[in-house]
C-alpha cells in the first residue's frame, strides 16, 4: 500500500472521529476539552498505526457475547454482555478485548482484566463449542513517547518508539477465573438491587495501585461527576487540607493546561462556536 493510501486512511480515520466526536457532544451534551480531543485522536492514530496487521487480520468485529440466566447470591437473575473481536486464522481462533489502557498498567493488573476475558472466552466456548486458543487485552493507550514523536513529526523518532511499544497484553484462559468472576457480578448486581451504593472509604481513595502514577482519589475522583456529592471524596480532599471543589495535580503545569482548557471550553460553550 503507497505512502498516499496510507495519508487517505488516516484523513478517513480523523473524519469518522470527528463525525463520532460530534455525536456524542450534540447527544450528552457534553464536550471534553480541545487537549483531551487531541490527545484521543493521537490515541487512535497510534493505535492504527501499532496494530493495523491485527486490525486488517480481524475476521469478526465487535462480536456480542451473552451469558443469559445467571442467578445472583440473593437470588436475582442477571445476564452479562460483552463485546470482542476476534481473529481466526486456519484453525486458531483469538479473542481480542479492547481497553483503552495503558499496558503496563494491563501487565501489572493482569488477574483484575483477565476475569472479565476469561468470561467471554467461556461464552465464546459455549456458544461455538470451541475453546479460543488465545485471550488477549489490547490496551491501545500509547506511550508518552509515542505521542510526543506523533506531535513533533519526528519519523525516525516515531520508528523507534513504535518498534518498542507492545499494546497486546496475552493471557491465558482459566476457569476458576470465570467462576469468580460471574460471582463477583452477581454481587454487584445485588448492591444495585439493594441501592447499596458506598463509595470506597477515604483511607481507599488514598492508595496508589500498582502502576498508577497518584491514589484514586486524585487520579480517578477528580473526574467524577458525583464528587460534589460523595462523603468519601470530602473526607480525603479534607485529609489534604483541601475542598473537594479544589483539584489536586502532581505536577502544577497539568494544574495550568486543564485551566487553560476549561477556559478555552467554556469560551467555545459561550460564543457557539
Ligand atoms: S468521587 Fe466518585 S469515584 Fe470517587 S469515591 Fe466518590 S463516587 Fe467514587
Wanted: hydrophobic share 35%.
Amino acid at each position: 500500500m503507497s505512502k498516499h493510501d496510507d495519508q487517505e486512511i488516516e484523513q478517513f480515520l480523523e473524519e469518522v472521529f470527528s463525525e463520532n466526536y460530534e455525536h456524542l457532544h450534540a447527544e450528552t451534551g457534553r464536550g471534553i476539552t480541545p487537549a483531551m480531543r487531541q490527545l484521543a485522536w493521537e490515541h487512535v492514530r497510534a493505535y492504527w498505526r501499532k496494530m493495523r496487521s491485527v486490525a486488517e487480520k480481524v475476521t469478526e468485529t465487535e462480536v456480542r457475547l451473552s451469558l443469559p440466566s445467571q442467578t445472583s447470591p440473593s437470588g436475582k437473575q442477571f445476564t452479562i454482555e460483552g463485546v470482542v473481536d476476534v481473529v481466526r486464522e486456519g484453525d486458531e481462533t483469538i479473542i481480542y478485548d479492547l481497553k483503552t489502557h495503558n499496558p503496563d498498567i494491563v501487565m501489572i493488573n493482569k488477574e483484575a482484566y483477565a476475569g472479565q476475558l476469561n468470561v467471554y472466552a467461556h461464552i465464546w466456548q459455549k456458544l461455538r463449542g470451541n475453546t479460543p486458543d488465545d485471550i488477549a487485552i489490547i490496551a491501545t493507550e500509547p506511550p508518552a513517547e509515542v505521542r510526543k514523536a506523533l506531535q513533533d513529526n519526528d519519523i525516525d523518532a516515531l520508528k523507534r518508539k513504535m518498534a518498542k511499544w507492545d499494546p497486546v497484553v496475552r493471557l491465558n484462559f482459566d476457569q476458576s477465573a470465570v467462576d469468580k468472576c460471574v460471582s463477583h457480578f452477581g454481587q454487584i448486581v445485588d448492591n444495585i438491587e439493594n441501592r447499596r451504593f458506598v463509595p470506597p472509604s477515604p483511607k481507599e481513595l488514598g492508595k496508589t495501585k500498582p502502576g498508577q502514577k497518584a491514589p484514586f482519589g486524585t487520579a480517578v475522583c477528580r473526574h467524577c461527576d458525583a464528587r460534589f456529592s460523595c462523603r468519601s471524596y470530602e473526607k480525603y480532599m479534607a485529609s489534604k487540607g483541601r475542598k473537594r471543589t479544589e483539584v489536586i495535580v502532581h505536577d502544577e503545569s497539568e494544574l495550568e493546561t486543564e485551566r487553560e482548557d476549561f477556559l478555552e471550553t467554556m469560551v467555545d460553550a459561550e460564543t457557539g462556536v
